[in-house]
């Protein structure tokens, strides 16, 4: 500020739709508006809830008699959701899935997707939080699926690395 024209404008509030609550004990970061916009721009925003973002053990598939849906919306769809990664790693696995198949979607994937949309609608408030102070204890958390992936017989793996409460990666 001593050697540019600057302004401070205090704690960020909201920056690239993510929401931030700062004191001075916590930080909490949260994509619930970005949620309610992309909701209500795939026109889902009275959706019903689900507790989970894919059915337990779901393997999906290319299908290529399957119907096919059209990859430009299914392509914005996984643009939006893949950005929500940032704040929301509970999604990130479902994510993953079906991101497999942008190039050829069918119905089946769009409406896993629209599944993961339902799971948003009913943990809209969800976000990370980080606590300042105390002793911090790292935790990490592992997973992976040997060849897994019944399209190409390829494994997946997968990991989160927790400070306390909140993931850092």
Known sequence: MAKFDMSDLGKMHYFLAIEAVQSAIKIFVSQRKYVQEILNRFQIKNCNSVSTPVK?????IKEPEGKRVDSTLYKQIMGSL???????????HAISLIS????????THL?????IFRYLQETIEYGLFYKNGGKSDLFDFTNSDYVGDSDDRKSTSAY???????AIS
């Open 111 to 115: 409406l896993t997707a629209k599944r």
């Open 56 to 60: 337990i053990g779901l393997k999906l």
């Open 160 to 166: 989160v690395f927790m400070m306390d409460s909140a």
């Open 100 to 107: 497999r198949y942008m190039k050829s979607p069918s119905e």
């Open 82 to 92: 893949i950005y929500l990664t940032t704040i929301r790693p509970d999604i990130m």
